[in-house]
């Protein structure tokens, strides 16, 4: 299994710190409590059933034609492979893993691409191309139209872009969603990081018709439990806290941003929900902060950390003591 955030058991077993004196920065979800209501007691003796208004609550918020519900974004990332044969797979990296391993677990041998212009150079050799936008680990961003001129290209040798856009929700502007029912283009989009439901396993696939039903059949019926469906229509569909949310979240990215400027690491990417920082002793920062009880995410093959957001100002203060007493030893 690859490594990812969140992994606060095992943290709290190697520092012996018990896992509820943690404040949990690794996974660049949300941070705050999403209002739910109860679920209604008679879904968890059901099995689920289409028709209770997810689909519809979802193709509106997307302002998709067409998607199909998963169980994550990380279900679909898992299964798409499988719809292609013979394809020259192209991924814009780095990016988060699990891409490279599908494609590679397919038995593909996917080309890693580091750039636009390696993306330009190499695309008219490919059938597939994947990336992550905004990219998670570094926040990289792509424009819709750059997008669409890669998209259009494939298509005209009837290649597939794949979009990864599970932390898009805050800048809705840069997603290709109203675009995913043209041929050759899937999206990806997940409840877990803007709507902080990381636990609810709830993603969505925007293609054409034809795409969806073939991974319908790949991934089988009840891919996505009845509590989960009820909690997802509902969150997709209250317009007042997404909007108070997505305000909150860009002020707090770039407090977030301000603060490791102030402590001398700047950011060398990120997005509303989380910032990249660059440091040749990534390591040593990632365990000073551990030591302290505050969990980072780190990439050390790329000698860089992500730090996620504080959901309150008690978690703020402990991120700026932290992070003081790294610039203290370092």
């Known amino acids: 299994m690859l490594e990812h955030g969140g992994r606060l058991r095992r943290a709290a077993l190697e520092y012996g710190i018990p896992t509820g004196d943690w404040l949990d920065l690794s996974t660049g979800l949300a941070p705050y409590a999403w209002p739910l209501a109860s679920v209604p007691p008679d879904m968890w003796h059901r099995l689920p059933e289409e028709g209770d208004g997810l689909e519809e609550a979802a193709c509106a918020y997307y ?8 169980a ?42 580091a750039s636009e212009a390696d993306v330009d150079t190499r695309l008219e050799q490919l059938d597939v191309l994947a990336l992550v936008n905004p990219n998670n680990p570094t926040g990289r961003l792509f424009t819709v139209e750059q997008l669409l001129h890669w998209h259009a290209a494939l298509a005209r040798r009837d290649g597939c872009l794949i979009v990864d856009e599970a932390f898009v929700d805050t800048t809705p ?11 050759g283009l899937i999206v990806l989009r997940s409840l877990g990081k803007f709507f902080g439901l990381g636990g609810a396993r709830l993603g969505f696939v925007l293609a ?13 019926p009840w891919t996505v439990s009845g509590p989960t469906r009820h909690v997802g229509q509902r969150a997709l569909a209250d317009r007042s806290t997404q909007d108070r949310w997505r305000s909150r979240l860009l002020a707090d990215g770039e407090r977030l941003a301000a603060l490791l400027c102030a402590r001398g690491l700047k950011p ?26 505050v969990l980072i995410r780190l990439f050390p ?20 003591t932290a992070l003081q007493a790294f610039a203290e030893v370092s």
Do not use: K, N
């Open 63 to 70: 302002g998709a034609r067409f998607l199909l519900p998963v």
């Open 72 to 113: 994550g974004s990380q279900a679909a990332i898992q299964s798409l492979p499988g719809l292609f044969r013979g394809c020259r797979v192209g991924i814009v990296e780095p990016c988060y893993a699990e891409h490279r391993r599908a494609w590679e677990m397919a038995g593909f041998a996917p080309i890693s691409l």
């Open 173 to 183: 502007e840069h997603s290709l969603a109203s675009y995913s029912h043209l041929q």
């Open 208 to 220: 054409g018709e034809s795409v969806l039903l073939q991974l319908a059949e790949t991934l089988g």
């Open 268 to 293: 060398a990417g990120g997005c509303a929900l989380f910032q990249w920082i660059e440091h040749p002793d990534a390591r040593a920062l990632q365990d000073c902060l551990a030591r302290q009880g």
């Open 301 to 320: 093959e790329r000698a860089a950390v992500r730090i996620g957001l504080p959901g309150d100002e008690s978690g703020w203060r402990r991120l700026d």
